[in-house]
């Protein structure tokens, strides 16, 4: 796990995001790049659910593959 291999997924994630309908984040901490994400996520208009207690988050949700 190099740098450069992080930063391609990092990089890969961000241009993934563009395809979402949604962004889920859980748990209070936040790294710089989920920053990123969040911040691009309020670009594009995509809906941002924050869940700081995942453990208490009870749903069931289902992933669109």
């Known amino acids: 796990n190099t740098k450069s291999e992080r ?3 990092a990089k890969g994630g961000i241009e993934l995001l563009r395809y979402c ?3 889920w ?3 209070a901490t936040r790294t710089d790049r989920m920053n990123e994400e969040i ?3 309020k670009a594009l208009n995509i809906p ?3 869940i ?3 453990e208490g988050f ?3 949700t289902r992933l669109k593959i």
Do not use: H, M, T
Request: hydrophobic share 50%; charged share 25%.
């Open 48 to 50: 941002i659910f924050n």
């Open 21 to 23: 309908d949604e962004l």
């Open 39 to 41: 911040k691009l996520a």
């Open 58 to 60: 009870v749903r069931e």
């Open 7 to 9: 930063n391609l997924g």
């Open 52 to 54: 700081a207690n995942p």
């Open 25 to 27: 984040i859980f748990g």
